[in-house]
């Protein structure tokens, strides 16, 4: 998230990826690592 803002920051284009591992998604936890994922890049660009 920090990579992002900065990248923001700086003016570029920002393509942020998103995603959790094959352990993460075998464990069932998909939506609860992208929600995370999601809400940290949110929290970094919102002070922007």
Known sequence: AEKVAHALE?????????GETLEEREAGKTE?????????????????
């Open 10 to 18: 700086c003016g570029l284009k920002v393509i942020a990826c998103i």
């Open 32 to 48: 609860e690592v992208v929600f995370r994922q999601t809400k940290a890049l949110l929290s970094a660009i919102s002070n922007n």
